[in-house]
């Protein structure tokens, strides 16, 4: 464990990583990257070189990007998943008018 486990990127990082509502998920991921970001700048301020921070906050960047690959992954098949009903919806709302027509 590094000394800088305690620094709120990592907090914001493992949030976004064991998210499970895909509502939540960009919203965790841009807060996440948002720290980070701000993290790099401080760490260019600061003396030394920090190469065990600037590593984890590379491989942070990446679970992001890879955090990010899936959820475009999700929403694909999301949006495949309500076109399919909307179609079938269309196809049976005609017999559905009609059966209500001839009900009243």
Do not use: F, N
């Not at 701000?38 to 600037?54: D, F, N, Q, S, V």
């Not at 990446?62 to 269309?90: Q, S, V």
Request: some cysteine.
């Amino acid at each position: 464990m590094g000394d800088y486990e305690k620094e709120r990127w990592v907090e914001l990082y493992r949030s976004a990583l064991v998210e499970l509502e895909h509502a939540k998920m960009a919203g965790r991921i841009g807060d996440a990257r948002l720290e980070i970001a701000a993290r790099i700048e401080k760490l260019c301020e600061l003396p030394g070189l920090h190469t065990t921070e600037r590593q984890a906050l590379s491989d942070a960047l990446t679970g992001l990007r890879a955090l990010e690959r899936h959820e475009a992954r999700h929403e694909e098949y999301e949006r495949r998943i309500a076109e399919t009903a909307l179609e079938k919806i269309r196809m049976i709302a005609p017999k559905i008018q009609r059966m209500e027509q001839e009900g009243t």
